[in-house]
T-cell receptor, first 115, second 115 residues
């Protein structure tokens, strides 16, 4: 089955620790995205990647980093510089980036909690 | 500036009632896309519909229908004969060039269908 997988489902971070959230898709999509969702809020864009080996900052990139070495993978690292990382993180992908082809499909999410 | 307003934070209905979720948007672009997503308790966002700014036809899909009116900048979503499985948070989203061709989400409406 084609789709987007995220792991782990729950992740616990200690103070000062970097953690990496995994996102994999087998939809052959060029574009991938990371969003953060806080309780009672909409989704806010952290980073996006239009194509392999390229990525751009979204609205709230500070304290996060990404890589896009393979088409199917777009891992997100939450660094120690992110002072309030507790949130629900959603990964998405679309066929391509741009208005005409950008219906985004989402993974199941990772809930990050700070110990 | 782009903006998506979902004024209804929470709605509760009794099963089999009809319910309409409101979405009002702001954009300076003439070409844009509007989306509705459903987020059930599991957390994954499920794509429901995409509509472009040149297509004002209403759409019906089973118990779901959407009313797009450019004159009032609204894209409302109606569920007919609601069911318990419809309980979820529903997000309206806008994609336009003002937002660098990225999705901008409203804050969502939590729908609870009471059996």
């Amino acid at each position: 089955d084609g789709g987007i997988t995220q792991s782990p489902k729950y992740l616990f971070r200690k103070e000062g620790q970097n953690v990496t959230l995994s996102c994999e898709q087998n939809l052959n999509h060029d574009a991938m995205y990371w969003y953060r969702q806080d309780p009672g809020q909409g989704l806010r864009l952290i980073y996006y990647s239009q194509i392999v080996n390229d990525f751009q900052k979204g609205d709230i990139a500070e304290g996060y980093s990404v890589s896009r070495e393979k088409k199917e993978s777009f891992p997100l690292t939450v660094t120690s510089a992110q002072k309030n990382p507790t949130a629900f993180y959603l990964c998405a992908s679309s066929i391509a980036w741009g208005t005409a082809t950008q219906t985004q499909y989402f993974g199941p999410g990772t809930r990050l909690l700070v110990l | 500036a782009q903006k998506v307003t979902q004024a209804q934070t929470e709605i509760s209905v009794v099963e089999k009632e009809d319910v309409t979720l409101d979405c009002v948007y702001e954009t300076r672009d003439t070409t844009y896309y509007l989306f509705w997503y459903k987020q059930p308790p599991s957390g994954e966002l499920v794509f429901l519909i995409r509509r472009n700014s040149f297509d004002e036809q209403n759409e019906i899909s089973g118990r779901y229908s959407w009313n797009f009116q450019k004159s009032t900048s609204s894209f409302n979503f109606t569920i007919t004969a609601s069911q318990v499985v419809d309980s979820a948070v529903y997000f309206c989203a806008l994609l336009d060039q003002t937002g660098a061709n990225n999705l901008f989400f409203g804050t969502g409406t939590r729908l609870t269908v009471i059996p």
